[in-house]
């Protein structure tokens, strides 16, 4: 299976920027479309971007348009999400996931990493 691990998450101030990372061992990385979600305490897992196999075709969440890049280097099997401008609403457990459907709905997809938390201070 598509074992995913992330990094990048840590505390910042509204306004700053993180990015984050996520590592694939599984050679075929480029087959799968790739995505960033987020689940804060007591709150459901909401997708915040996507993007299609060739890294052509994002998608993302109207709330964080503008302010938010996702990215895939299929070469290293990574994908990237640029943070910029943050606000204390984005504090949440932030997930990479791979799968063959590009969609926002969680449950469209099939494999999930751990989690990297992002806190964001007022």
């Known amino acids: 299976q598509v074992q995913l691990v992330e990094s990048g998450g840590g505390s910042v101030e509204a306004g700053g920027s993180l990015r984050l990372s996520c590592a694939a061992s599984?050679?075929?990385?480029?087959?799968?479309?790739l995505g960033w979600f987020r689940q804060a305490p007591e709150k459901e897992r909401e997708g915040v971007a996507v993007v299609y196999t060739g890294g052509g075709t994002t998608h993302y969440a109207d709330s964080v348009k503008g302010r938010f890049t996702i990215s895939r280097d299929n070469a290293q099997n990574m994908l990237y999400l640029q943070m910029n401008s943050l606000k204390p609403e984005d504090t949440a457990m932030y997930y990479c996931?791979?799968?063959?459907?590009?969609?926002?709905?969680?449950?469209?997809?099939?494999?999930w990493g751990q989690g990297t938390q992002v806190t964001v201070s007022s």
């Open positions: 996931a791979a799968g063959k459907t590009l969609s926002l709905s969680a449950s469209e997809w099939r494999y």
């Open positions: 599984r050679y075929t990385w480029s087959s799968y479309c």
